[in-house]
């Protein structure tokens, strides 16, 4: 049940970072020229939300799934950036029947994946799922009242 609500939390990280993340970098520079105003200060605002998010999913124990969905993802967009460049980059959204919030979102995660920022956060992303603790089940004091187990000398 834990790694079904990490793939969940990753989707929401995935979709924070490609989507949020494009948004809030599309509006910020939009709005860089002065004067600078309220347009600013929401993309300001949404790039603090989208690390945020980021950052707790990294820090936090949560599944290592949560970490390993979103730098997958990222770093295998970029990997194909990197071999066909029209590839990666017809996977965005652009045509005048999209709704423009979705235009602008992947103006920005276009931004993001042609300057490397993607593969960086996927890199990131991808640290704490090597630690062995992530992948250890936590054990409660209700849990299994039937085996006592000690937790001196031992791996399991």
């Known amino acids: 049940m834990r790694h079904v609500g990490g793939l969940l939390l990753g989707l929401v990280v995935t979709a924070a970072l490609v989507g949020g993340g494009g948004w809030a970098i599309q509006q910020a520079l939009g709005a860089a020229q002065p004067p ?48 066909d460049m029209n590839r990666a980059l017809s996977y965005i959204p652009a045509e005048p029947s999209v709704n423009e919030i979705v235009r602008e979102a992947g103006q920005g995660a276009r931004m993001l994946l042609t300057s490397g920022v993607f593969a960086l956060l996927g890199v990131a992303l991808f640290i704490p799922v090597l630690i062995p603790s992530r992948w250890a089940r936590r054990y409660d004091d209700d849990d299994d009242d039937e085996y006592e187990e000690s937790r001196q000398g031992g791996y399991y």
């Open 36 to 83: 600078a105003g309220q347009k600013l200060w929401i993309a300001l605002g949404a790039m603090a939300a989208v690390g945020l998010v980021t950052g707790l999913v990294v820090a936090g124990r949560v599944s290592p799934l949560a970490t390993f969905l979103p730098s997958m993802a990222l770093l295998a967009w970029t990997v194909v950036y990197a071999l």
